[in-house]
């Protein structure tokens, strides 16, 4: 009796998962990852700070960690393991800090307009507290639809102009900063030192954000803000 030998078998048939379920990991993947990136170049950025300017360095840390976001943001980070995320593996490239910069606007403009003070009303007028519910909505919706608008006026201008010219040092010639970029970021030539894991990880991550975040928020200080006046130098 002759027996047939069974088909070869497809190696993806025993793959329980659909191409959706690969396509949706795929897109999870790259958040993962960018997020370990965007992690890890705050983190870089600090670890330069800490050690090119530490009085600067500590009085930043001192002014921060009694703040609610600070402790939240520590909370947060130890409670979803970002440091595992962050040491595990070959170190990821830098992430330009206009990017991150570019991320943080919408955000930073919703809580400008929702903590900006607004001048005291003179004179109860019929349907004020109606009104006054609704502004904070309609400032934060004509926000939302600048901001919109200027990103695709933007993105309209990337698609139709042409590339700018690369110069000797790699970078581009002619090319705009992003707002929030800083010199302080680091660049091609001035690339911040690997991360250090451990203690200092979060409070590095703290110190990249403000240097990286710095100019973005000092745009939406109020205006009557004042820098402290410089103590005037000693006798040499």
């Known amino acids: 009796m002759t027996t047939t030998a069974p088909p070869p078998t497809d190696p993806t048939a025993t793959d329980p998962l659909t191409p959706t379920d690969h396509r949706a990991f795929a897109f999870l993947g790259q958040v993962n990852g960018c997020l370990r990136q ?5 983190a870089r950025h600090g670890v330069a700070l800490r050690l090119r300017e ?22 947060l980070f130890d409670l979803m393991e970002w440091e595992d995320l962050m040491v595990d593996g070959d170190p990821p490239p830098l992430m330009p800090g206009e990017r991150i910069a570019a991320a943080c606007v919408l955000p930073v403009q919703w809580l400008a307009a929702a903590t900006a003070e607004e001048p005291a009303a ?6 004020q507290r109606t009104a006054a519910a609704l502004d904070l909505p309609v400032r934060l919706l004509a926000i939302t639809a600048r901001a919109a608008l200027q990103g695709a006026a933007q993105d309209l201008t990337d698609l139709l102009g042409a590339p700018a ?4 040092a790699g970078t ?8 929030g970029a800083d010199a302080e ?20 991550i703290v110190l990249g954000a403000l240097v990286v975040l ?17 103590a005037p130098p000693g006798p040499s």
Request: charged share 20%.
């Open 38 to 42: 965007c992690l890890c170049t705050l």
């Open 54 to 75: 530490p009085a600067r360095a500590r009085l930043l840390l001192d002014t921060v960690r009694p703040w609610p976001l600070y402790k939240g943001g520590q909370f």
């Open 122 to 127: 003179t004179s109860l007028l019929p349907g």
């Open 165 to 168: 010219p690369r110069d000797g």
């Open 172 to 179: 581009d010639a002619g090319q705009g900063t992003a707002p």
């Open 185 to 204: 970021a680091g660049g091609p030539d001035d690339e911040p030192p690997p991360l250090e894991a451990g203690f200092y990880l979060y409070e590095d």
């Open 214 to 230: 710095g100019p973005l928020l000092a745009g939406h200080a109020p205006a009557a803000t004042e820098p402290p006046a410089q």
